[in-house]
């Protein structure tokens, strides 16, 4: 078996017979030695890359794939997502940052009303504000209003 270098990218990953293999080492290691058999992230996504650039399906990439590093290493559908992603230009082998969305709702807007009517009840708070009751008991908590013998009431911890 010959190792044959990553020619499509520079990553500068060896492979052999589809095995990664790692190229990055120090002088005192042999250039050839085989990486774990639960590859990170970072190697799976330089294999997408590889096998996207060698023209392969996603579902021959997602067997490559799994008969090396053993079956269920990487769904088809994860190959899929990041190939759509590579047609459309972006050869980036990093995730997007995700997170939560912008609250909907305004706190100060929440904690005037409270304090405006502290009798008022979570449903009728998110009735006029058009948010779930949920999303209002999770401000409420946020802004550090509890309810205390039918009042909402700052936390005095």
Request: with cysteine; charged share 25%; net charge positive.
């Amino acid at each position: 078996m010959v190792p044959v270098a990553c020619k499509s990218c520079p990553c500068g990953y060896v492979f052999i017979n589809r095995k990664l293999l790692i190229v990055k080492h120090s002088e005192k290691s042999s250039p050839f030695t085989e990486v774990n058999s639960a590859p990170s992230l970072k190697d799976l996504r330089i294999l997408f890359l590889y096998e996207f650039k060698l023209g392969h399906s996603a579902a021959t990439a997602s067997r490559n794939i799994n008969s090396v590093f053993g079956k269920g290493s990487v769904s088809e559908r994860t190959i899929r997502w990041w190939f759509e992603k590579f047609r459309s230009g972006d050869l980036s082998l990093k995730n997007e940052p995700r997170g939560r969305p912008k609250s909907v709702l305004n706190e100060d807007q929440l904690r005037a009303m409270v304090e405006a009517n502290p009798k008022t009840a979570i449903r009728g708070l998110a009735a006029d504000l058009g948010v779930s009751a949920t999303t209002i008991s999770r401000h409420l908590a946020a802004i550090g209003k509890v309810k205390k013998l039918d009042k909402w009431v700052g936390n005095t911890n």
